[in-house]
């Protein structure tokens, strides 16, 4: 049974909600158990913490969660919250989200708070959001999923971070190195409603982070909001062509037609030549099988957040 309130206290106080903590993802900077347990403490009984410890699977720990408790909630980066939703969604959970990312996505699109404080506040509160989410192969995505040249820039991240920290700075230069180094196109048959092109391509990218787009100057968030994906194709071009689309990229100058093709669909299919590839999705990487089917999951998660539009 969910929660741990007896019948007598049913009405009294709402059951606990449980924070799942990944205290090595997103931001290193203080101590965030130290901060969350002192945010909880302004409401007893309210909440329960959890730390994922190091090695261990976050999905397992949201699964478990999830089947006792009817509230979960992420704290870390984009990662953990990507995967505490999906076990959210698969139990019928309320998901919470203490965000501790280098970008925040998800978070900033949802107008949620990035200060403990008073994202605690607001997850007290309990006011919820159905909002919809993008699903490859049957597994969840938030902001955008890939094939191609960003799983290779998230291998490039992860070493850039272990060096120089993390920062948007180094997460920048990981997406110009990444580029300038990256030649291994492919080939694909992409099917966007029923609509059948055939395209070479070094990235396909498909997005469901209204924000995101906006904040790099790319359309396709007005077809984000209307429960419709964004997909981008980036054209075969040489090293120095991808490394100027970096750059274009980082400073928001991105154009159709030079720099990507566009399509928009409520259902994309991509089969590639290879069976298996990797596919990135909010910055974790999963090799998945040809071909991989989008879907747009309409209003399918119920997230503590605020109206919409405030």
Known sequence: MRGANTEDD??????PACILLNPGSGKRNGNPRAQIEAAMARYPGRFVLREISKGRDISAEADRAAVEYDTIVAAGGDGTIGAIAEAALRHGCTLG????????FFARGLNLPEEIDEGIDLIA????????VGEVNDRLFL???????????LTQREGTYRRWGRSRLAAH??????FTRFHRPLSLVVSVDGRVVRKKTPLAFVARSAYQLDLFGL??????????????????????????????????????????????GEVIDIETQSRRRVVARDGEREKMSSPFRFRVLSKALRVIAPPEGT
């Open 143 to 153: 902001n955008n999923a890939s094939l191609g040249l960003y799983p290779a820039i």
């Open 173 to 178: 230069w990981s997406v110009i190195a990444t």
């Open 219 to 264: 359309k396709g968030s007005d077809d984000v909001r209307a429960e419709r994906f964004a997909l981008f194709l980036a054209p075969d071009s040489s090293r120095w062509g991808l490394f100027r689309m970096a750059i274009r990229l980082a400073w928001g100058s991105m154009k159709e037609g030079r720099d990507f093709e566009y399509f928009t």
């Open 125 to 132: 509160t309990g006011q919820t959001r159905e909002i919809s």
């Open 97 to 104: 989200i203490l965000p501790r990312g280098t970008f925040n």
């Open 10 to 15: 049913t009405e009294a106080s709402p059951p």
